[in-house]
């Protein structure tokens, strides 16, 4: 294997973790809103900020992790992305900031501000949407390099069927592991009313997701033929990823093995997360960036995995012992502590 | 405004960030030693007054860590947003502390959670304190990591530049290069000495308001004195600084000093004005001194600004912000000092008014410090970003729209700040500290002797 790969497999596979826990986090605080307006959030609020409170620093750090990894690896791409998201790359900038500090402020008084809670379900929808928008922009197409830098096509991407329906996958995906986590999470509280509701809501989130996977691809073959024909090469691993759908759907449908649905789940994205990735490559950024074009230099390379091994064995005792404080202790997930 | 320039709006935008980020961030590195040195006295002497500090330290930190992280992400997109062609070059060759750093990051934020939420889950209280020492530790190795980068900025080196392609990369000789180690220990005793700094006003001022009681003496005590031993570190790390600069990158000091032509037994110009002939005037000298504080003896030789080809000189008005840091650096010495003495001889009272007022100026005043020694630092490494290979105008983005962002930042950092200050005061005008005393400890409050 050599550098660049190793590079960005380490980069996909963070990003692939920030995917599961931020998904959690933003989809929660859809649902934090909803069950306010409905008037059950009662229900179910105790139980996100049990969860969430503790951990969300952890989550943001997966995604600066994964930007500060990618311009270490791929310094090419600092300059393409950089000089091309400065608008949508500065919302999203706000929309976390919004959102971070709401966990900050929430203990104090921000919960029953109607505003407030607002912007924090709001912005767990925008915030995946905003940044889908780096993915459709690397399929090539929506950016120019001129005399003048290069400039993002503002009016191509607006009205591209591609980008609308990645975005319209990125909200659905995050609604819908987001109920699936809220399950398990319930049910190991032993919550019965709020495990009644999100699994409601996880069920109802499975279609849609199935179905903008499907436009997704379909939007593809028309953005970029060439990585569409890639993925087709691939089949069998989306086939898996499908797989593990209906077998999390089907757990859930009869209400048992709440723990095994949920990582049924991860595998579902896992696969095709890793799909999507490997059919992806050679290109970053297409046709600006390869991967063989746009690494750094091989020092660098080695020290940052180096670095990056040495940084395994501090994190990972480290993420055990918070899991295994906040997630897996019975009695903090049930309140008791 | 001015005419529409992309470099300059990189620029503000890139202060901004700056300046709010480094707020929090320096309370980000202090606030948690004294929250460790708290709760182990706390332990030690089996005094709940101690604990009791240590927890509502802890409850007002997760507020600022929070701002702190946002604005940190802010800060580590925009570098790529604002300074694409910068971070092309630079990330080939220094992006390894920044990649550590978000290690640390890591580290850091899972153990601050831990602490946070773990307070009376242990029999014995030691090893609630000991998960105080990771957090110190992720987020003074932070502070180390980002510094090595901003030192880099100002004496690159470990690779060769060949046109624009880079060759003979030394990840570790850019990290390590010769502003390193002053910088990074003035940095960090700077931290350190601002968030006891800070503590130590808010207790004095609650004296001076409500005449409080044996909890605040307690934390008087302990802040002033951490403050006391944290600026003796900060003024060594200073001193230490500027004969780095008079050796490896003397037109910084020369322009920080108004000293133009290179002579031996150079004098020190405190504040002063400059008149069109480039004159010094109105300013206190002090014969010889800038000869020592450059290079430890008060004969030797300074460079003057003379040596640096005009376009490549820092503006003149840094000068201002040295002196104001200094200034500030032995005002709280000299207050810190003033508040032993007092505390020492018996005959005088400590709680004097007039001291107190002086202890709750230096909280703001030494974070005032830290913004006008950075903007020395930054300004005075102008026009380079990457001093001696790529100026702040080769670095900047091309994009239109940076003046639009700028808005959009201020009016976030804004409502960041409104909301930070109203959930602190809300947090601690709600549940005074001798509320909570009375209901954590009742035993203690009961015995309310007064010494
Ligand atoms: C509480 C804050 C504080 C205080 C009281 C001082 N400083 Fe400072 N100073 C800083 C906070 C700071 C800083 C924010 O940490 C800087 C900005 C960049 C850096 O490296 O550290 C800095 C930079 C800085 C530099 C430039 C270093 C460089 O660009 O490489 C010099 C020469 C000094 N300081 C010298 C001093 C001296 C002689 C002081 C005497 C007491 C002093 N400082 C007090
Ligand atoms: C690794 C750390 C840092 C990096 C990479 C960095 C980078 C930069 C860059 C790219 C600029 C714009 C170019 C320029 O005007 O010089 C800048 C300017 C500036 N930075 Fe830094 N900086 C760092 C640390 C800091 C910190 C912590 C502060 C604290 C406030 C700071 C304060 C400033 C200020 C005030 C300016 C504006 C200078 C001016 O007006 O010309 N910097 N910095
Ligand atoms: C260009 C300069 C800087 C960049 C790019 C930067 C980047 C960041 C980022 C991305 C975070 C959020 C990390 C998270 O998600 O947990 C952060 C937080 C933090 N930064 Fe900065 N930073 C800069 C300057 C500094 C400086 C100069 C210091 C120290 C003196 C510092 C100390 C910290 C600390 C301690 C935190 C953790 C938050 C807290 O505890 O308050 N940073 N920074």
Redesign the interface.
């Known amino acids: 294997m050599n550098y660049e790969l190793i590079g960005i497999t380490v980069l996909w596979i963070f990003l692939y973790g920030y995917l599961i826990v931020a998904s959690i986090d933003f989809g929660a605080g859809f649902f934090a809103y909803y069950a306010k307006l409905t008037k059950k959030d009662h229900i179910i609020n105790q139980l996100i900020s049990r969860y969430l409170s503790p951990v969300w620093e952890v989550t943001n750090v997966f995604f600066v992790f994964f930007f500060v990894g990618l311009v270490g690896f791929f310094p090419d791409m600092a300059y393409y992305f950089g000089q091309s998201l400065l608008v949508p790359g500065s919302i999203a900038i706000v929309l976390l900031a919004i959102r971070g500090s709401f966990y900050a402020f929430e203990n104090y008084g921000s919960k029953d501000n109607h505003l407030y809670m607002f912007l924090y379900g709001a912005t767990g929808l925008l915030i995946p949407a905003s940044l889908s928008t780096a993915l459709t922009i690397s399929e090539g197409g929506f950016i120019e390099e001129t005399a003048n830098g290069v400039q993002l096509l503002y009016g191509k991407l607006l009205t591209s069927p591609y980008s609308w329906s990645v975005v319209f996958l990125a909200v659905v995906s995050v609604l819908y592991i987001s109920s699936m986590f809220l399950t398990y999470y319930a049910n190991r509280a032993g919550d019965k009313p709020a495990l009644e509701l999100v699994r409601k809501y996880a069920l109802f989130w499975s279609s849609p997701t199935i179905i903008a996977s499907l436009t997704t691809f379909i939007a593809l073959s028309q953005q970029n033929l060439e990585h569409y024909q890639r993925a087709i090469e691939l089949w069998w691993v989306f086939g898996i990823s499908v797989g593990f759908f209906l077998i999390a759907v089907f757990l859930i449908y009869i209400g048992k093995y709440y723990g095994w649905a949920f990582i049924a789940v991860m595998f579902q994205f896992l696969f095709a997360f890793f799909g999507y990735g490997a059919s992806h490559l050679p290109y970053l950024l297409r046709p600006f960036v390869t991967l063989s074009s746009g690494v750094t230099n091989e020092t660098m390379a080695i020290s940052l995995i180096i670095a990056f091994i040495a940084g395994l064995f501090l994190l990972i005792p480290s993420l055990v012992l918070l899991m295994r404080m906040f997630l897996f202790d019975a009695d903090y997930v049930k309140g008791k502590k | 405004m001015f005419e529409y320039d992309s470099v300059v709006m990189s620029r503000m935008l890139t202060s901004l960030t700056l300046a709010f980020h480094i707020i929090f961030a320096t309370i980000g590195v202090g606030v948690p030693v004294m929250i460790s040195i708290a709760e182990f006295i706390g332990i030690k002497k089996k005094d709940p007054h101690y604990t009791l500090l240590a927890r509502r330290w802890t409850r007002g930190f997760?507020?600022t860590?929070?701002?702190g992280?946002?604005?940190?992400?802010?800060i580590?997109?925009?570098l790529?947003?604002?300074?694409?062609?910068f971070?092309?070059?630079a990330?080939?060759?220094i992006?390894?502390p920044?990649?550590?750093?978000?290690?640390a990051?890591?580290?850091e934020?899972?153990?601050?959670?831990?602490y946070?939420?773990?307070w009376d889950?242990f029999k014995n209280p030691i090893f609630h304190w000991l998960l105080s020492l990771?957090v110190i530790i992720g987020s003074t190795m932070s502070a180390f990591f980002i510094t090595t980068v901003n030192a880099f900025m100002n004496t690159p080196q470990g690779f060769d530049l060949e046109g624009r392609v880079?060759?003979s990369?030394?990840?570790?000789a850019a990290m390590f290069n010769p502003a390193t180690p002053t910088k990074v220990f003035h940095v960090i005793s700077s931290s350190y000495m601002t968030s006891a700094a800070i503590l130590a006003t808010i207790t004095a001022f609650i004296i001076l308001m409500k005449k409080g009681s044996k909890y605040h003496k307690k934390a008087l005590k302990l802040t002033v004195v951490a403050t006391f031993i944290f600026s003796i570190m900060t003024a060594l790390a200073g001193d230490l600084s500027a004969k780095f600069l008079a050796e490896h990158q003397p037109e910084k000091l020369a322009a920080g000093e108004w000293h133009f032509e290179t002579e031996e037994g150079a004098d020190l110009i405190l504040f002063g004005t400059i008149n069109e002939n480039n004159e010094v005037e109105n300013a206190i000298r002090i014969p010889k001194a800038l000869s020592f504080l450059a290079h430890g003896d008060f004969n030797a030789e300074v460079t003057g600004l003379e040596e640096t080809p005009e376009e490549e000189r820092p503006p003149l008005w840094i000068h201002y912000m040295f002196d104001l840091m200094v200034g500030i650096g032995f005002f709280t010495l000299g207050i810190t000092f003033l508040y032993l003495v007092f505390w020492k001889v018996k005959k005088w009272n400590e709680y004097n008014p007039l001291l107190l007022w002086g202890i709750a100026s230096i909280g703001p005043l030494s974070m005032l410090a830290i913004e006008f020694g950075w903007i020395f630092a930054e300004v005075g490494r102008q026009p380079w970003i990457l001093r001696g290979y790529m100026k702040v105008s080769e670095g900047a983005?091309?994009?239109p729209?940076?003046d639009?962002?700028f808005v959009?930042?201020i009016a976030?950092y804004t409502?960041?700040a409104i909301?930070?200050i109203t959930?602190l005061r809300?947090?601690f005008k709600n549940n005074p500290a001798e509320l909570e005393l009375e209901s954590r400890y009742p035993q203690v409050a009961a015995t309310k002797e007064d010494d």
Do not use: D
Request: proline content about 4%; glycine content about 8%; charged content about 5%.
């Open positions: 997760t507020i860590v929070a701002v992280v946002v604005t940190g992400t802010a580590g997109l925009q790529s947003l604002l300074w694409p062609s971070m092309q070059i990330g080939n060759v992006s390894l920044l990649f550590l750093e978000t290690f990051f890591f580290f934020a899972i153990f601050l959670g831990v946070l939420y773990t889950r990771p880079i060759t990369i030394e990840p570790l983005t091309t994009s729209h940076v639009w962002m959009l930042f976030l409502v960041l909301g930070c959930v809300k947090m």
